[in-house]
């Protein structure tokens, strides 16, 4: 496993300066992994980016699986590719790799765990759909994530939908 964070970060050294790097969207977030959260996307050459999230998992989140809540974000690197419209407006696919932290907790004692917090992390990587349209930009992801704290909540590491989530924000710099 942690060849795997060897090439998360091997993977994000480039030379990042202001010329070449902005702020591409802010936005509210919704997920598994947090339930409501901020997001943000600086573009890169090459129709690359940066994605962050910081974001609060509700007790039991909006489906009300689990009774933990987290605190925590996740960071990554992405390439989109447009597949309909034109370099400002449109849809485009993109994938993704990185990774998230958080420290979770349980409210109450599970069969799975006492009451008692942990530091939570692990790599996410998939793929998804962006639509932007004048001022506004919408993305839905699907991001299985490997949890690699050794704390997993079900009966494995691998969640199918860890970083899956809803954005829908503005364009900053259009």
């Known amino acids: 496993m942690k060849?795997?964070?060897v090439?998360?970060?091997s993977g994000l050294s480039w030379p990042i300066n202001s010329q070449n790097t902005q702020l591409n969207n802010l936005g509210l977030r919704t997920g598994y992994f947090s339930t409501v959260g901020i997001a943000a996307e600086w573009s890169l050459p090459n129709q690359q980016r940066i994605i962050g999230t910081l974001g609060y998992r509700l007790p039991g989140g909006w489906l009300s699986y689990g009774f933990n809540t987290r605190l925590g974000g996740t960071l990554g690197w992405g390439q989109s590719?447009?597949?309909?419209?034109?370099?400002?407006n449109g849809l485009s696919i993109f994938y993704f790799l990185g990774g998230y932290g958080a420290r979770a907790s349980y409210q109450?004692?599970?069969?799975?765990?006492p009451k008692?917090?942990?530091f939570?992390?692990?790599?996410?990587?998939?793929?998804g759909i962006a639509f932007e349209w004048q001022a506004l930009h919408f993305a839905l992801n699907f991001l299985p994530g490997y949890?690699?704290?050794?704390?997993?909540?079900?009966?494995?590491?691998?969640?199918?939908w860890k970083g899956t989530n809803l954005t829908a924000g503005i364009k900053w710099n259009n």
């Open 147 to 160: 949890e690699l704290s050794g704390q997993p909540e079900w009966h494995s590491n691998l969640y199918l």
């Open 108 to 113: 109450k004692n599970t069969h799975n765990f």
């Open 116 to 118: 008692d917090a942990w």
């Open 7 to 9: 090439l998360l970060f």
């Open 81 to 88: 590719k447009r597949i309909l419209g034109d370099r400002n």
């Open 120 to 127: 939570s992390f692990g790599v996410l990587t998939g793929g």
């Open 3 to 5: 060849w795997m964070v």
